[in-house]
């Protein structure tokens, strides 16, 4: 048993054959995506709804990414905040900070980041973090940190770190605020063993894992387009990490999920049923 936490199923590289890729997540042993709502920007954020309302097993979040910043406005303020009743939307995001690309510049991404905790905190979502630092540098993470401090700790409502590329130290901050940290393919590149480090530091209890499909297939399908069915093999790095067995990692994970989310009830019925 294992769940993709974190999946851009909208995207196009999956429009020939996304039902096929769906059926081998499940042969595959997984038994929850997380479908995530950012698409190419406000216009899209429904997405992962979209999915979520076609298959059972299949949840969403909504929010407009660090990139597409510049276009958030009022208008898809308004649209989201309705979105976030959806019965299927578990969590807003992903959303955060990207000094990387600066697709947005970073006060915009500040601006829109702190609006959206604003939104997600009445809707009383968690939210999805993204941060990535310019090169050499941990700018990013000092400032999403700093941000999540003063503006959504003290609102208990947690959230998750995806895609957890940064370094032991930042992942205790994000932990001892109520976060989850997830860990995607990346953890199995050659280059990661900042990731790999922290991974072993960072409580089971606090564990998710992910594909961030299409991107970042792991090691040994590095190269390829990513998909959910790929989850397996970030656990299985994980399992070595942590001396043990890949199911144990999915299961452990798969739990937290539940927990974190409060679907615990409605995972134990999907489990007996499969």
């Known amino acids: 048993m294992f769940v993709d936490s974190h999946a851009h199923l909208d995207g196009k590289q999956f429009n020939a054959d996304r039902e096929q890729v769906i059926a081998r997540a499940r042969d595959a042993g997984v ?12 216009q899209d954020v429904d997405c992962g709804i979209r999915l979520a309302e076609k298959y059972e097993f299949i949840y969403a979040t909504l929010g407009i990414h660090p990139h597409e910043a510049r276009l958030a406005d009022e208008a898809a303020y308004q649209k989201m905040e309705k979105l976030a009743k959806h019965p299927k939307v578990i969590a807003w995001g992903e959303i955060g900070l990207d000094y990387y690309y600066d697709h947005s510049p ?3 991404q500040k601006e829109v980041f702190m609006r959206q905790m604003e939104l ?36 208990g409502l947690g959230g998750i770190l995806h895609c957890f590329t ?20 990346n953890i199995t590149f050659p280059k990661a063993q900042q990731i790999r480090d922290a991974a072993l530091e960072v409580p089971l209890e606090r564990l998710l894992i992910e594909t961030d ?9 590095r190269g390829k387009r990513n998909e959910p069915a790929f989850v397996v093999e970030t656990a299985r790095k994980l399992a070595e990490l942590r001396s043990l067995a890949p199911e144990e990692v999915g299961h452990i994970t798969s739990r937290n999920f539940y927990n ?7 995972s134990e019925t999907r489990i007996c049923s499969h």
């Open 31 to 42: 038994q929850a995506i997380v479908a995530i709502g950012n698409g190419d920007g406000p």
């Open 120 to 155: 997600a905190a009445a809707a009383k979502l968690p939210i999805v973090i993204h941060c990535r630092p310019s090169d050499n540098s941990d700018n990013a993470w000092q400032d999403c940190l700093g941000l999540i401090s003063e503006q959504w700790a003290a609102r």
């Open 260 to 266: 974190f989310f409060k679907l615990a009830e409605i």
């Open 213 to 221: 499909s299409p991107y970042l297939a792991p090691v040994p399908l």
């Open 166 to 185: 940064g370094n032991w130290p930042q992942a205790k901050r994000a932990l001892d605020m109520g976060f989850m940290i997830s860990f995607a393919g």
């Open 106 to 108: 970073r006060d915009v």
